[in-house]
């Protein structure tokens, strides 16, 4: 798996767009970018995950680079609900392949 | 959509007895499951690969007689944490590729988790 990085923490403010930068320089062809999050003392949630081209679903977006060396996870209005630490993990999309998960991007969402 | 359930969600126990968490895909089979953990603080790092019929593949450095796991169907997966110590308090995660609207079995399903406290 490709090695991500990413912040350690941001701030946003409600009902603003959230933008997280992921950085996946060593990314190979086959590999997907995924994002999930985690709220305190819960499990990761899914959030989105794409190949090569931008992808938009009902809880945010996600812009790669032409080149696929880095990429934005967009939440376009968050929340104080949004406030956890998002993961963003480079893989192959094999079947039974585990996810290695980095530190994260704490993002705390202010009123 | 997908869901990993995960039972119990918190347990408290005495040092030297034994706990058993469970995992269950609810409607999609996993033939492979994956059992992380979590210490306060920082981030999941994988136990164990659960396979449905054959043995567990262990990460290096967790202990496979300590960390006891049975892939008994193709929606349950069990983790039992043997002869616990308090070094053994953390938060347990399972996780399930496929199912759900996803594209196919390309994402992983997280189950709630559990938090183990061992006095």
């Known amino acids: 798996d490709a090695k991500t990085t990413q912040p350690p923490s941001m701030d946003c403010a409600e009902g603003r767009a959230a933008n997280l930068p992921c950085n996946h320089s060593?990314?190979?062809?086959?590999?997907?970018v995924y994002w999930y999050r985690q709220i305190h003392s819960q499990g990761p949630q899914y959030i989105i995950h794409?190949?090569?081209n931008n992808e938009t679903n009902e809880m945010a977006s996600l812009i790669i680079t032409e080149d696929r060396k880095s990429s934005t996870l967009i939440l376009p209005h968050a929340t104080l609900r949004d406030t956890a630490v998002y993961y963003c993990i480079a893989r192959s999309g094999n079947y039974g392949q585990n996810f290695v998960f980095g530190p994260g991007t704490r993002l705390s969402v202010l009123p | 959509g997908a869901v990993v359930s995960q039972h119990p969600s918190w347990v408290i126990c005495k040092s030297g007895t034994s706990v058993k968490i469970e995992c269950r895909s609810l409607d999609f089979q996993a033939t492979t499951m994956f059992w992380y953990r979590q210490f306060p603080k920082q981030s999941l790092m994988l136990m164990a690969t659960s396979n449905e019929g054959s043995k567990a593949t262990y990460e290096q450095g967790v202990e496979k007689d300590k960390f006891l796991i049975n892939h008994a169907s193709l929606t349950l997966s069990t983790l039992t944490v043997t002869s616990a110590h308090p070094e053994d308090s953390s938060f347990y995660i399972c996780s399930a590729p496929g199912g759900g609207a996803y594209s196919g079995a390309n994402v992983l399903t997280f189950g709630a988790g559990s938090r183990l406290t061992v006095l």
């Open positions: 060593t990314i190979s062809g086959n590999e997907y």
């Open positions: 794409g190949l090569k």
